[in-house]
């Protein structure tokens, strides 16, 4: 199991150097996770201020190149 205390998401790539941000419709920022070779995406809310991750989608990496998932969110 892996665990960390990030603050950021320069701490968070520290573990996951892949993880970028992404803003949303709803002008939220996302963070993705490359998964599974990059075959997957992991599509995450992380509140650093209170050390919680939240899973909100895992998508295919085709459905995710297609952008749709950006407007649900």
Request: positive net charge.
């Amino acid at each position: 199991m892996l665990s960390g205390k990030w603050q950021s998401l320069v701490e968070t790539r520290r573990m996951f150097p892949h993880a970028d941000q992404v803003k949303v419709r709803s002008g939220k920022v996302v963070t993705i996770f490359n998964v599974c070779g990059n075959d997957f995406r992991l599509i995450t809310a992380i509140h650093y201020d209170r050390q919680k991750v939240f899973v909100l989608n895992f998508l295919a990496h085709a459905e995710y190149s297609r952008d749709n998932w950006k407007n649900r969110l």
